[in-house]
């Protein structure tokens, strides 16, 4: 059977090899969202296609990706010793998407995040230590069965790496800490079968309240967690105030039945708050816990003027 032409290994001269300049700077392409979250493909060959189809060099598992999507060419700088990355849109039905504007060609730059359906992938460089741990972050990510969401151990993983390269590259990230407002009460009034009801629609809203490559968890019980990467302190206020609306409005139904609830949030930025995960979740659960005591569904925290609606 004949090669495909981008099947091709890339060649890197001698040298630069040897120096090992090179397998510091190894490009992957990281899912951030998607069905193989947590995931990193190696970009080793001179032409990389991403797309459904069994040919492609990377299967994207999203049924809004076409079989071929989207190409991505890797040229060697011999005299700037770098690689230059390109991405090149094949014809798709639904597009491609670069840091959300739709592209049909463009040079790509490290931390660019690339859409292809649902399924969000960034550009990363890794040395090979980097480069294992995310393969280790990938065998360990799981998601909780009743609401969708990332586990808490899950989440913290993933937060772990991006804290790493918010602070070598001097990125904000903002911590949200998110708790439903006397949800006992609806356990005792509905019954437990609402009650889970509740949780995994709850889990819904938030997904849908946050961006793409923002990642959410459950943290437990009726507790969540999520982490916006590079969002300041005014626009992770403004995340959560949508995610906080979006649960105050939604009536939740099951057998004939319609319930209410509210949420309540609190935030805290890096590096303002907390340089590390204890810190930043210390201080968003402190921040919650001041939105519970000034009257539940509201949000506390991150910014100079908190938002506040009664509840």
């Known amino acids: 059977m004949p090669r495909r032409a981008h099947d091709r290994t890339l060649a890197i001269p001698r040298e630069i090899l040897d120096s ?27 032409h990389t296609v991403l797309g459904r189809g069994l040919d492609a060099d990377v299967r994207i598992l999203d049924d809004l990706a076409s079989r071929e999507h989207v190409r991505i060419s890797v040229k060697w700088d011999r005299e700037r010793r770098s690689a230059t990355f390109h991405l090149t849109d094949l014809g798709s039905t639904n597009g491609t998407l670069v840091n959300n504007r ?21 550009l990363v460089l ?15 990510i799981t998601y909780d069965q009743l609401t969708g969401l990332l586990t808490k151990e899950s989440l913290y993983l993933a937060l772990d790496l991006e804290l790493k390269r918010c602070r070598k590259y001097a990125l904000p990230l903002a911590v949200l800490m ?20 509740v949780l995994s629609e709850v889990g819904r809203l938030i997904r849908e309240s946050i961006r793409t490559d923002d990642v959410s968890a ?5 507790e969540f967690l999520a982490y916006l990467s590079e969002r300041s302190a005014g626009e992770a206020l403004r995340a959560a105030e949508r995610i906080r609306r979006a649960i105050e409005q939604e009536a939740i139904c099951l057998d ?32 919650l816990y001041r939105a519970k005591e000034s009257g539940r569904n509201r949000v506390c925290g991150a910014a100079p003027t908190d938002a506040r609606t009664g509840s």
Do not use: W
């Open 178 to 197: 998110m708790d439903l407002d006397h949800f006992k009460s609806v356990n005792d009034t509905y019954g437990h079968l609402m009650g889970s009801h």
């Open 256 to 287: 004939g039945v319609t319930v209410g609830v509210t949420i309540s949030i609190g935030i805290a930025t890096f590096p303002e708050h907390g340089k590390d995960i204890k810190s930043l979740v210390g201080r968003a659960d402190r921040e």
């Open 20 to 46: 090992g300049r090179f397998r510091k700077a190894s490009a992957s392409l990281v899912v951030l969202k998607g069905a193989e979250i947590g995931r990193d493909f190696r970009l080793r060959r001179m």
């Open 102 to 122: 739709r592209v049909e060609s463009m040079e790509l730059t490290e931390g660019d995040k690339i859409q292809i359906g649902d399924t969000v992938l960034k």
């Open 218 to 222: 459950r943290y437990g019980g009726e």
């Open 126 to 140: 890794l040395d090979e230590i980097e480069a294992r741990y995310h393969e280790e972050v990938r065998h360990r």
